[in-house]
């Protein structure tokens, strides 16, 4: 594909152009099948994650129903990204997006099911808690270079901030400043729980560094609003095995941590994975930017992109 005919076939706002990477698509060079409890439900889910053509981008299929991974799909959800499309909703996406994103798999088809065929909601399993299974998959399998139907290679683009701009609710903020690299600072604040407290981590996410200081983060949750969660039929499969779990007044209960500030990394992953769903027809999703967030979350990360894709954000 000529790369002037890529670039025009994108829509978007006025806040993004579209370059090239100097790089190709790329997909994965075989098949990716793993299975696991999920957090939240508590049920067990496969997924099959298939190669397939440039310029198709990443989508799942549940039920036969092709659900593409963009913010157009997303709907609101507490402690996690869904996608929502004909009925059908596929839950707690951002881990594996996340690992997808920063390992450069641009196309793939990821197969979902639940054990139960009856189910119109099923949710990717849960790990440990991180990335580190899907990167290891990645890994193991490999990529290759994406063709189109007609055997044609096509150039990866990236989005590139023309000015900085911002997203916030109430005291959580994300701002986003034009640059030529993708570079993140996250910072989270938990000032009645002394173990976490304010954390700041800062990374070139989308490079060798991902693997070794973001992936293997795994999701934390506060000790004390455990049982407000479980009302809410929220986190049924939720274990000491699958995340790090922190009192306010004991400190973390299962530790040790992989790093002292793996919360604050964790949500560095979380952003990855949900700032992945700009992407659109194989180009990467993560703007060339420099991203900041402050005590943000997936609500937060959803009208960043929004607004990056030209959809008005509701002021909360």
């Known amino acids: 594909m000529r790369l002037s005919a890529a670039i025009n076939s994108f829509k978007s706002s006025n806040l993004i152009s579209w370059k090239t990477t100097g790089k190709l698509q790329q997909t994965l060079a075989g098949c990716i099948e ?4 999920t957090l939240h439900s508590g049920k067990v889910s496969k997924v099959k994650i298939w190669p397939v053509f440039a310029g198709e981008g990443r989508y799942f299929e ?8 963009s913010i157009d799909f997303v709907r609101e959800s507490l402690l996690c990204t869904t996608l929502c499309k004909d ?66 290679n ?26 030529s690299k993708v570079h993140i600072s996250c910072g989270i604040d938990f000032p009645k729980v002394p173990a976490i407290g304010c954390q ?10 991902y693997e ?24 049924k499969g939720g274990s000491l095995d699958n995340a790090i779990v922190c009192s306010a007044t004991k400190g973390w209960l299962n530790p040790p941590l992989r790093f002292p ?28 930017a420099r991203v900041i967030s402050f005590k943000g979350g997936h609500s937060l990360n959803a009208d960043f992109v929004r607004r990056l894709s030209g959809i008005t954000v509701q002021e909360t």
């Open 200 to 209: 700041w981590f800062s990374s070139a996410a989308l490079d060798d560094s």
């Open 62 to 69: 549940f039920h036969s129903n092709l659900i593409p991974a």
């Open 34 to 37: 793993l299975s696991g409890k």
């Open 261 to 288: 500030d793996e919360p604050c990394r964790h949500k560095v992953l979380d952003l990855i994975g949900d700032l992945s769903l700009f992407a659109r027809s194989g180009s990467q999703g993560f703007p060339m």
């Open 87 to 152: 009925g059908y909703k596929i839950r707690t996406v951002e881990h594996l997006l996340s690992a997808l994103e920063a390992k450069g798999i641009d196309n793939c088809r990821i197969q979902i099911q639940s054990l139960d065929s009856e189910d119109t909601e099923v949710e990717v399993p849960i790990f440990d808690g991180s990335a580190n299974a899907w990167v290891e998959a990645i890994e193991q399998v490999g990529r290759k270079e994406a063709l189109d139907r007609c055997g044609n």
């Open 212 to 235: 070794k200081h973001i992936a293997c983060s795994r999701t934390f949750c506060i000790y004390e609003e455990v049982e407000h969660m479980c009302s809410m039929g929220l986190i």
């Open 154 to 179: 096509v150039e990866k683009l990236a989005p590139h901030l023309s000015e900085p701009f911002y997203v916030s609710r109430n005291d959580s903020f994300m701002v986003a400043f034009p640059a």
